[in-house]
Nanobody, 117 residues
């Protein structure tokens, strides 16, 4: 069982920045792939960014060059630095441990990000 707690969401103007954090309660954090997903009202939950246990990253096309995912294995925490935010980035952001495609799949409670124009 892995518990994930997100923080750092909020209201920001377009062009601004936010950093999301996700703290994981597990002793095997360093070997778990982690990800950030988002879900806007009336839409499906989509991948934003993922980082493997080895540090390999991948991003949705819509956030490339603006968002950066990173991890601190000493703190059991994964981060999402979001710059140049756009109103289209407004959504609930969820932290994921493992993969939605595998049996090892855990979600945080989500944190709201609202970008005003």
């Amino acid at each position: 069982q892995v518990q994930l707690v997100e923080s750092g969401g909020g209201l920001v103007q377009a062009g601004g920045s936010l950093r999301l954090s996700c703290a994981a309660s597990t002793s095997i954090f360093s070997i778990i792939d982690m990800g950030w997903y988002r879900q806007a009202p009336g839409k499906q939950r989509d991948l934003v960014a993922r980082i493997s246990s080895g540090g390999t990253t991948n991003y949705a096309d819509s956030v490339k060059g603006r968002f950066t995912i990173s991890r601190d294995n000493a703190k059991n925490t994964v981060y999402l630095q979001m710059n140049s935010l756009e109103p289209e980035d407004t959504a609930v952001y969820y932290c994921n441990a493992g993969s939605p495609r595998s049996a090892f799949n855990y979600w945080g409670q989500g944190t709201q990000v609202t970008v005003s124009s």
